[in-house]
């Protein structure tokens, strides 16, 4: 699993950049699927968004 943001640029491109909470977002979904994949011995894409989703909010938690 990836997640981030993919771009390039210099200094003065990266300050304008608006995808911080878009790459946050991204990669809390990626950890927990990735988590749950681990936890239940599949691949990250056989689990469902459905089952992802739901563990989100308690991710959120702490």
Known sequence: MM??????G????HAS?????NAVAMGEA???TS????ASRRA?????????SALLPKVREG
């Open 44 to 52: 990250p894409h056989e689990v469902s968004w459905s089952e992802a």
């Open 17 to 21: 950049y608006r995808v911080t909470g």
């Open 30 to 32: 990626a950890g927990v």
């Open 10 to 13: 210099d200094f003065i491109a």
């Open 3 to 8: 997640a981030g943001r993919c771009i390039s």
């Open 35 to 38: 988590a749950l994949a681990a």
